[in-house]
């Protein structure tokens, strides 16, 4: 008890289950217990992540895989597509990694189109693309099916997708998509604690990683495939994220993935209605947002709803619930809630219940 309740779009509140699970007594990560572990997870993120590939497991969080899959893919020249927090600082790794890369740049608000990226594409001049899927700083989610056609047209062009904060609540199919590398950290729609990342890659993708030489180690693709292979990671992973996340895939699979996934729309939408109902526009641009969290907007325009955030946030506090107050340049000028992990329809009409006592005080 005492503790705030995370309705902020990641970390987000962990069950006392998970936790549990996490906390296991420890075992030695070349064991068969280990094995067994891996063993047992392997088929269960297989079946969420709809592919047939290995599954791999990187203790750390998000941008660690994302600056792997930079390190393993990119020889020649990275598109990075960019909307938001996330996606715009991808550039900006790329080029700490050493790489060639440039930006398709769209506004916060605004989703990243099969066309834009087709017409950069087309120059020849990339071997690579990053996308994410869900943009969690501003609530838009891009149209990953329509985008991932475009492998067909580029097959030489690895295609690198973020869905940190969409894996598990919305439907992502990577085998179908032909996509090469996807992943996710733990800490926002799987409803773990952060550390602990999961991800796999094309057969294109091993390919391309072993024609770069400087690919490193912590997160070399191919070390994570020889491993995995054998149900092992190259290092020491965090064992008790493991042991969670086992727990985590059981619940997943037993609610049913469509289910999932149905609950998911079914929350944002509700999220949506409360705010066009409190006078609040929302802040992605129509038919794009996001499936997991919701990004309102705050007197975007002089005609509409403005507050004080940063108020409302402390009102919030005080009765026990963390809401977002905006990330980064559009702080104070949005607010996020999020819907992800373990959120059911009773705990989103809590949510709401408590906002509106606190819109009241305002
Ligand atoms: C949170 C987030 C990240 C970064 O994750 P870390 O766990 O902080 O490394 C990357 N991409 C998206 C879309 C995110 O929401």
Same mark, same amino acid.
């Given at each position: 008890?005492?503790?705030?309740?995370?309705?902020?779009?990641? $970390?987000?509140?962990?069950?006392?289950?998970?936790?549990?699970?996490?906390?296991?007594?420890?075992?030695?990560?070349?064991?068969?217990?280990?094995?067994?572990?891996?063993?047992?997870?392997?088929?269960?993120?297989?079946?969420?992540?709809?592919?047939?590939?290995?599954?791999?497991?990187?203790?750390?969080?998000?941008?660690?895989?994302?600056?792997?899959?930079?390190?393993?893919?990119?020889?020649?020249?990275?598109?990075?597509?960019?909307?938001?927090?996330?996606?715009?600082?991808?550039?900006?790794?790329?080029?700490?990694?050493?790489?060639?890369?440039?930006?398709?740049?769209?506004?916060?608000?605004?989703?990243?189109?099969?066309?834009?990226?087709?017409?950069?594409?087309?120059?020849?001049?990339?071997?690579?693309? *990053?996308?994410?899927?869900?943009?969690?700083?501003?609530?838009?989610?891009?149209?990953?099916?329509?985008?991932?056609?475009?492998?067909?047209?580029?097959?030489?062009?690895?295609?690198?997708?973020?869905?940190?904060?969409?894996?598990?609540?919305?439907?992502?199919?990577?085998?179908?998509?032909?996509?090469?590398?996807?992943?996710?950290?733990?800490?926002?729609?799987?409803?773990?604690? $952060?550390?602990?990342?999961?991800?796999?890659?094309?057969?294109?993708?091993?390919?391309?990683?072993? *024609?770069?030489?400087?690919?490193?180690?912590?997160?070399?693709?191919?070390?994570?495939?020889?491993?995995?292979?054998?149900?092992?990671?190259?290092?020491?992973?965090?064992?008790?994220?493991?042991?969670?996340?086992?727990?985590?895939?059981?619940?997943?699979?037993?609610?049913?993935?469509?289910?999932?996934?149905?609950?998911?729309?079914?929350?944002?939408?509700?999220?949506?209605?409360?705010?066009?109902?409190?006078?609040?526009?929302?802040?992605?641009?129509?038919?794009?947002?996001?499936?997991?969290? *919701?990004?309102?907007?705050?007197?975007?325009?002089?005609?509409?709803?403005?507050?004080?955030?940063?108020?409302?946030?402390?009102?919030?506090?005080?009765?026990?619930?963390?809401?977002?107050?905006?990330?980064?340049?559009?702080?104070?000028?949005?607010?996020?809630?999020?819907?992800?992990?373990?959120?059911?329809?009773?705990?989103?009409?809590?949510?709401?219940?408590?906002?509106?006592?606190?819109?009241?005080?305002?």
């Amino acid at each position: 008890m005492g503790h705030l309740k995370l309705h902020i779009p990641g $970390p987000i509140e962990v069950s006392d289950k998970t936790f549990e699970a996490f906390r296991t007594p420890m075992i030695g990560h070349r064991s068969q217990d280990f094995k067994d572990l891996y063993t047992a997870v392997m088929p269960n993120l297989q079946a969420l992540l709809y592919t047939e590939r290995l599954v791999y497991l990187g203790t750390s969080s998000a941008w660690g895989i994302m600056e792997g899959a930079i390190r393993n893919l990119v020889a020649k020249r990275v598109l990075s597509c960019m909307k938001g927090a996330f996606s715009d600082k991808w550039l900006d790794v790329a080029k700490r990694c050493g790489k060639q890369a440039e930006a398709l740049q769209v506004d916060w608000g605004s989703p990243i189109l099969p066309e834009q990226i087709d017409e950069r594409l087309a120059t020849g001049n990339f071997d690579a693309v *990053t996308l994410v899927h869900n943009e969690t700083s501003t609530g838009v989610m891009s149209p990953l099916a329509e985008i991932a056609l475009l492998k067909a047209k580029y097959p030489d062009v690895m295609f690198i997708v973020d869905s940190v904060s969409s894996l598990s609540g919305v439907k992502i199919e990577f085998d179908k998509l032909g996509i090469d590398l996807l992943l996710a950290g733990t800490q926002k729609a799987f409803a773990m604690p $952060p550390g602990l990342s999961v991800f796999t890659a094309s057969q294109a993708a091993l390919d391309r990683a072993a *024609t770069i030489g400087d690919r490193g180690y912590y997160f070399d693709l191919l070390e994570f495939q020889k491993n995995a292979e054998k149900r092992m990671t190259p290092s020491t992973p965090s064992i008790g994220h493991i042991y969670a996340l086992k727990s985590k895939l059981e619940d997943i699979l037993a609610e049913g993935l469509d289910a999932r996934f149905a609950r998911h729309a079914k929350l944002a939408q509700m999220t949506r209605d409360w705010a066009a109902g409190h006078g609040f526009t929302l802040f992605p641009e129509a038919g794009y947002e996001s499936q997991t969290l *919701t990004c309102v907007n705050n007197g975007a325009k002089p005609s509409e709803r403005e507050i004080d955030v940063a108020k409302l946030q402390g009102l919030m506090k005080e009765r026990g619930i963390l809401i977002d107050s905006g990330y980064g340049r559009i702080k104070g000028k949005t607010f996020r809630l999020s819907s992800m992990g373990d959120e059911t329809e009773e705990t989103m009409q809590s949510l709401y219940g408590l906002l509106d006592e606190s819109l009241g005080q305002l």
